[in-house]
């Protein structure tokens, strides 16, 4: 019998083939979350598609007055109708299309504020230093809500109020954590070997410390999508945020709840979808945490 | 505080300098750590000045200055730390008066640096083309793909084998004596006048140390570019030097031709240095300096190697000495002296 190079080197090895890093997704252990994410993206992905493409949106607006509160599985609808006679499955898509962008467009925002004054706290000189901690601290302190109140009187409740809402709460601490990272980041020796050839300061901080930073950019990144998913439940349940006829799963829970004693999967339905998504982005930021740090360092949630 | 020291620049041998106008000079340096009230006196009183195209070995133990000298030079002291007197120049231009502006141009572009560690003085998260090409990109206004041609052929002149297929790797692919070429490479993309090299071999083992030596020496050559080799690696230095100053605790105690300094060293501190540096007969022990290095702000007011000096006399101790000169330049009142052969 004759054997290839490798199989020839891996015997006697006792060395067991490290799977590769796609066939990991399809681990016993791993292949629940692989299939709950490829649902739950594919049906976010859906819902996105349905808000850009205009003449699909009646499959989620068509209403039928005549058919409201369907059972799930009843007539034509897999999942039932609402209180308008709307279908709930195209609703929950829709729903979700709207939370993953809301929950994106935040996380970016975020991000991107909290990069430039963290970087700019701790490496453009102590009165940058200064100046951006005491924006930080106070940003910091403002709750979501009651900036939400202020906008929503300010310009009216919408997808906007809610994203500017979120991502002004929210960047405060990714600054904080970026500050604390470029400081250690910047007495490197790499840093210190840029600036002896004289490399300016901005490119270090884009070329350098942003690189550097992105494997707990990544982490903090699907942290912020689910924590912003979840805030704009809370908001557009309030009555905040995002307005009927737009579909989202905080509208779908407040306009639910008022006919529980007539139907109660729409409540239950969206519910346990918010629920579903959340944990599954937890579950992949915690998945992602151990792949990108190889120092187990655990960042600051 | 500073009495007896003033004297030094007045009293420096002119047969230790170079004759042309020096490429690199550090006039009368001093650096402190500014506290609260006093400042920590770290480096006192350096003066030496590097000729075009010369070698200078500066040599010491850990902690006797020689790094934050370099760091002086580069206007890149660590913060709290600051030069509290003299002025470097480069060709004939002073340097620290500069704007940090105006400085940062000439980092990398007439004057360039590289360190001990290869490793961390690459970031591991960028390519290393990517890594040259920023340098590059930096000092001159070029086209990316100019840049990567340039940064390729960069490469390959240190010694890096197909390089333009490594310009895609990262530093965790490479050794530690390809890393440090590929430092140099960075260091030397605009040709410097004055490269500053702080223990660039000190991480590398020896074989690789003289590949690194040799790209080096040759490049001096070919670039008439100056440098200064900081080391505590006597053997290295006596190789590679053309020149070497000794410095102890903050200060440069002895300066001399690479070839008089270790067969006719008059400085004590560099007969011990020396001599804990030769390689000896089976079973002879190791020879070494007693005691350790004064830290700073615990310097004696006399000659600072006068407690771990075996030829200490009572003069040694209360005044601080100058430099004296004869075959070589050196700060002791009691240097040992050597029949003319």
């Not at chain 1, 205009?54 to 369907?70: E, G, K, N, V």
């Not at chain 1, 609703?91 to 909290?114: F, K, P």
Request: net charge positive.
């Amino acid at each position: 019998m004759t054997m290839t190079a490798p199989q020839i080197a891996a015997q006697g090895t006792g060395l067991k083939a490290r799977p590769s890093r796609f066939l990991i997704l399809f681990q016993p252990h791993n292949l629940v979350w692989t299939i709950g994410g490829v649902i739950i993206i594919a049906a976010g992905i859906l819902g996105i598609v349905l808000q850009l493409v205009p003449s699909w949106r009646h499959l989620y607006l068509t209403q039928d007055l005549t058919a409201t509160f369907q059972a799930p599985l009843s007539t034509g609808h897999v999942l039932g109708t609402d209180n308008l006679g709307r279908d709930l499955l195209w609703q929950l898509i829709a729903g979700l299309g709207i939370s993953l962008m809301i929950g994106i467009g935040v996380t970016v925002l975020s991000l991107v504020l909290g990069l430039t004054v963290g970087i700019l706290g701790a490496y453009f000189g102590r009165t940058a230093d200064a100046v951006s901690n005491v924006i930080v601290d106070v940003t910091w302190a403002f709750p979501a809500i009651l900036l939400a109140v202020l906008l929503a009187g300010a310009i009216g409740p919408s997808v906007t109020t809610v994203v500017l809402a979120l991502a002004l709460t929210t960047w405060p601490g990714y600054a904080r954590i970026v500050r604390g990272e470029v400081l250690s980041l910047r007495e490197r020796d790499f840093v210190n070997a840029a600036r002896v050839l004289g490399v300016p300061k901005l490119v270090i901080s884009v070329r350098h410390f942003v690189v550097n930073l992105m494997p707990i950019t990544i982490v903090i990144a699907v942290y912020y999508v689910a924590t912003a998913i979840i805030g704009e439940a809370g908001l557009s349940f309030l009555g905040l945020g995002v307005q009927a006829p737009m579909p989202s799963l905080g509208l779908m829970l407040s306009v639910g709840q008022q006919y529980l004693n007539v139907s109660w999967w729409p409540v239950v339905l969206s519910g346990a979808l918010l629920a579903l998504v959340v944990l599954f982005l937890n579950a992949f930021g915690d998945f992602l945490r151990g792949r990108l740090d190889p120092h187990g360092r655990v960042p600051r949630r | 505080m500073r009495g007896p020291e003033l004297l030094v620049k007045a009293s420096v041998s002119p047969a230790a300098v170079p004759a042309s106008r020096p490429a690199l000079a550090l006039l009368d340096l001093s650096i402190s750590q500014r506290l609260r009230r006093t400042e920590k006196r770290l480096v006192t009183h350096v003066d030496l000045e590097v000729g075009q195209g010369e070698i200078v070995g500066l040599v010491g133990e850990s902690g006797s200055g020689k790094s934050l000298t370099a760091l002086a030079c580069m206007g890149l002291l660590p913060s709290g730390l600051a030069v509290t007197g003299g002025d470097v120049h480069l060709d004939g231009a002073s340097l620290l008066g500069l704007a940090p502006k105006a400085f940062r141009a000439l980092r990398g572009n007439a004057i360039s640096m590289i360190f001990q560690d290869p490793l961390s003085s690459l970031d591991p998260c960028a390519r290393i083309g990517a890594q040259i090409i920023e340098t590059i990109r930096a000092h001159k206004d070029v086209s990316a793909s100019q840049a990567k041609r340039d940064a390729i052929e960069l490469l390959d002149r240190v010694g890096i084998p197909r390089a333009a297929q490594r310009m895609r790797a990262y530093p965790h692919e490479f050794s530690g004596g390809m890393r440090q070429r590929v430092m140099i490479a960075a260091a030397l993309v605009l040709k410097p006048r004055v490269l500053l090299a702080d223990e660039p071999t000190t991480a590398l083992d020896v074989t690789t140390q003289a590949g690194i030596v040799e790209l080096v020496r040759e490049l001096c050559r070919e670039l008439q570019m100056s440098v200064v080799w900081i080391s505590h690696d006597l053997a290295l230095v006596s190789e590679l030097a053309d020149r070497v100053a000794v410095m102890y605790a903050g200060e440069i105690v002895e300066v001399a031709d690479s070839k008089v300094l270790f067969r006719v060293s008059r400085h004590p501190y560099t007969k011990g240095l020396v001599a804990s540096g030769s390689i000896r007969p089976y079973g002879e022990r190791f020879s070494y300096i007693p005691g350790s290095i004064a830290e700073p702000g615990t310097w004696p007011t006399g000659c600072r190697f006068a407690p771990r000096c075996e030829r200490v006399r009572e003069e040694c101790v209360g005044e601080h000495p100058d430099f004296r000169s004869g075959t070589t330049t050196v700060r002791c009142v009691n240097p040992i002296e050597y029949e003319a052969e």
